[in-house]
């Protein structure tokens, strides 16, 4: 602690504190703190390490002592015990000896198809390993396993639905193969905005069969689907008048298409109509003693030119002219009133029919 003593004349001395001192202080609070921290932080250290590093072997005692409890309980023929107990053994520490344990217990006990996922576990676990003995012992149980139960290759549509089997949730494997023990169970699909659909089965064993379930959508959810996919439905009708410009220049096209089409195959009528002519023609054709072929070659090569262009030409004038009478229909269809809007594609009815008349074939379009 810093003092200062100062005289004043005429008065007695007085002893002043400098101001550091409440510094000090706070500062050998802080230190008091920290030193209490320390001391307690180190107590607990000093607890912990031995429970850590016993914790290890009293996990090993207590495996050991199920393991053993559990053996005893499988020779005395109290499977479903040993059953337990072997799966408590494991839970503490997983093993392929474990699971062998697990899979004869079950097997014992008639829980076929627990028998055969504990054992086929048991092969391909790499932690204390079975010997050559127990491995053939444990294949030995497996094949017997596999006469009581059924195989049913599950196919769940939507796959990601949520499957129970007498009551208990099951995770189907990577290959959907579902193990049944003797007898029938009861399988049950379910998710969310869908119908929960259950299935009945009978398992026999050694039986291998395929199961299929849909789940259908729930009523609820499917007018929803509807009312989504109708609202956009009637949005695209209503947006369907700015297409009128392009229905209708598409139109006219078909009909200047059409026109040029025909006027071809009215060009090639003529020139066909001329060949005819000079074909017909005895002084053109039947003349220097040659034949009619030898003289008018040309011609009847013209002839048969003429009526396949005429033929083409009048066949794409026709296919014009529909495509054109359909792209007006369409164009006024997109500048109909709300009314017409309102009606579906399938709604929008007109009617081209051919029909005879005095010049062959006629079109009649009804609106």
């Not at 193969?177 to 007898?183: P, Q, S, T, V």
């Not at 005819?276 to 013209?302: F, H, S």
């Not at 002839?303 to 014009?320: E, K, M």
Request: proline letters at 3%; glycine letters at 6%.
């Amino acid at each position: 602690m810093l003092l200062t003593l100062r005289s004043f004349p005429g008065e007695r001395s007085v002893v002043t504190v400098n101001r550091c001192v409440k510094a000090v202080r706070q500062l050998s609070r802080t230190g008091l703190a920290l030193l209490i921290w320390a001391t307690v932080l180190a107590v607990n250290v000093a607890i912990s390490r031995p429970t850590a590093a016993q914790s290890e072997p009293d996990q090993e005692s207590q495996y050991k002592a199920l393991v053993q409890e559990a053996l005893f309980e499988f020779n005395d023929a109290r499977y479903e015990e040993a059953l337990a107990l072997f799966e408590r053994a494991h839970a503490i520490n997983p093993n392929a000896q474990t699971l062998r344990g697990i899979g004869m217990a079950a097997f014992e006990a008639r829980q076929y198809g627990r028998a055969i996922k504990a054992l086929r576990a048991a092969f391909t676990n790499k932690k204390r390993p079975l010997t050559e003995k127990q491995r053939a012992q444990a294949e030995n149980t497996l094949e017997k396993a596999k006469q009581f139960v059924a195989s049913y290759r599950i196919e769940i549509k939507p796959p990601e639905a949520q499957l129970t089997v007498d009551g208990q949730a099951v995770t189907l494997p990577d290959d959907g193969i579902l193990l049944l023990d003797f007898g029938k169970h009861e399988i049950v699909a379910a998710l969310k905005d869908y119908q929960t659909v259950t299935r009945q089965v009978v398992a026999l064993g050694g039986r291998e069969a395929s199961l299929e379930i849909v789940l259908p959508v729930s009523q609820r959810e499917r007018e929803s689907r509807v009312e989504a996919t109708e609202t956009p439905k009637r949005e695209s009708l209503e947006d369907t008048s700015g297409d009128a410009a392009v229905y209708r220049t598409l139109g006219w096209i078909g009909v200047a298409s059409a026109v040029v089409a025909l006027g071809g195959a009215v060009v090639a009528w003529q020139i066909g109509e001329d060949a005819i002519d000079t074909w017909n023609n005895d002084e053109i054709c039947e003349r220097d003693g040659k034949t009619r072929e030898q003289n008018c070659a040309d011609e009847y090569n013209t002839i048969q030119a003429a009526r396949t262009w005429g033929i083409t030409a009048l066949s794409a004038g026709a296919a014009f002219g529909i495509t054109s009478a359909i792209m007006f229909i369409l164009a006024a269809g997109a500048d109909g009133d709300d009314e017409s809007n309102d009606r579906t594609v399938n709604e929008a009815c007109f009617r081209l029919v051919a029909v005879p008349d005095s010049y062959g074939l006629g079109w009649s379009m009804t609106f």
